[in-house]
């Protein structure tokens, strides 16, 4: 089983959501409050002034967000994220789950497309004034605990992040919009790099080949990579989460040392 540590960003997030709904079956899911109708045009929604951290904490502050009864450890709580351990009530997380469902429809959070729920995992997405929220809960590796984990993901539409000429949008899963291109990855990364600088976003820096970007509280990645050496293609990727504080140095953003030859790219 696949523990969070923290709200950091995950090194490969489609990859730790299918890893997770495997465990156990699937149970049936309650009705989406989007429709598809309105999902589609959330979509097509301009491109929004990413928000400061005052913003993002009256659309919701997940440091004092409720807790489930029987909550323990708490390992983060902050504006943008929150993450705790609790005791497990029943078989499976439904319970646990159901609690964070309802306290973000008290709050007006509507569900984006319909909640995955198994035995031993639960994810959806929420979205209010613009905001998407991903909630998890998962079985801990302790028996009879979950691992509850809401993260703002900001009110950044990240499909309509600038991208190279040419560029072939894919889709948006989890908050993360996927395009390809047919040039190459290092002349991708360079135009990527001056298109989302001209707008605004500043470099803090690299963690791994992910690129790391900030404008007000929202932190921006962004990964240019060879998609198959089969395709020669250059896949873009863009993916965005919501901070508690409207600015940071390269070493509060866990980067280690700045590259700083990468200002030239």
């Known amino acids: 089983m696949i523990s969070f540590t ?3 960003p995950r090194a490969n997030l489609h990859e730790d959501v299918a890893t997770l709904k495997s465990a156990g079956d699937k149970l049936p899911n309650s009705a989406s409050n989007v429709t598809a109708t309105e999902e589609a ?3 097509t929604q301009d491109e929004r002034i990413p928000a400061t951290a005052a913003e993002a904490a009256a659309a919701i502050d997940l440091s004092v967000f409720p807790l489930l009864p029987d909550a323990g450890k708490i390992t983060r709580r902050t504006i943008a994220c929150l993450e705790y351990e ?3 009530k029943a078989f499976d997380v439904r319970n646990e789950y159901e609690f964070q ?4 429809r008290e709050r007006e959070w509507k569900e984006l497309s319909k909640s995955q729920i198994s035995a031993g995992y639960a994810e959806g997405q929420y979205i209010s004034t613009g905001f998407h929220l991903y909630v998890t809960v998962q079985l ?3 028996p ?3 691992v509850v984990r809401l993260q703002n993901n900001s009110n950044v539409n990240v499909s309509k992040l600038p991208v190279p000429p040419g560029s072939t949008f894919v889709d948006v899963k989890y908050n993360i919009a996927s395009y390809e291109t047919s040039v190459g990855v290092e002349e991708t990364k360079k135009a990527v790099r001056k298109l989302l600088t001209d707008q605004g976003w500043k470099v803090l820096g690299w963690r791994g080949n992910r690129l790391i970007l900030q404008q007000n509280a929202v932190e921006l990645t962004a990964v240019v990579e060879e998609l198959s050496r089969q395709s020669s293609k250059t896949r873009i990727a863009y ?3 919501q901070l ?3 600015s940071r140095t390269a070493g509060e953003a866990n980067l280690g040392k700045y590259e700083v030859e990468d200002q030239s790219r």
């Not at 469902?101 to 973000?104: D, E, K, Q």
């Open 144 to 146: 009879g605990k979950v």
């Open 239 to 241: 993916w965005t989460e």
């Open 244 to 246: 508690s504080t409207d």
């Open 101 to 104: 469902r309802r306290n973000l």
């Open 86 to 88: 609790a005791r497990l």
């Open 6 to 8: 923290g709200c950091s």
């Open 140 to 142: 801990h590796d302790e």
């Open 41 to 43: 045009k959330l979509m």
